[in-house]
């Protein structure tokens, strides 16, 4: 199971264009193979900073959804509302000892 976390900084006048791409885009990126969920995140003192936050069975099924089409056009969209370039991490999270 990995995490994947994405920050976007977008151009003020956008930022309704993309919560509401977002809106019509979050099923279709759940039903992707693998996707567990997505959540878009908005920063508390910048409301031009947007976090989305997923959750995959694997690397490879995340690879698999950003190589296809329903990305790449969603994506396209996306990019014209920035205001910086996006940075994305890939995460699972690290066992803890049973015992200190």
Same mark, same amino acid.
């Not at 791409?21 to 031009?48: A, W």
């Not at 995340?62 to 991490?89: H, Q």
């Given at each position: ?27 279709? /990126?759940?039903?992707? =193979?693998?996707?567990?969920? !997505?959540?878009?995140?908005? &920063? ?7 976090? @989305?936050?997923? /959750?995959?069975?694997? =690397?490879?099924?995340?690879? !698999?959804?950003?190589?296809? &089409?329903?990305f790449r056009e969603?994506?396209?969209? @996306? ?22």
């Amino acid at each position: 199971m990995i995490i994947r976390l994405v920050k976007m900084e977008f151009q003020p006048q956008k930022r309704e264009d993309f919560v509401s791409l977002f809106l019509k885009r979050k099923k279709g /990126i759940e039903s992707q =193979q693998g996707c567990h969920s !997505v959540k878009l995140f908005n &920063d508390v003192k910048d409301k031009s900073i947007f976090f @989305t936050y997923s /959750i995959w069975d694997s =690397q490879d099924d995340l690879e !698999v959804y950003r190589n296809s &089409d329903f990305f790449r056009e969603t994506w396209s969209i @996306t990019k014209t509302f920035f205001a910086d370039k996006p940075k994305a991490w890939s995460v699972k999270e690290t066992p803890m000892p049973t015992h200190v």
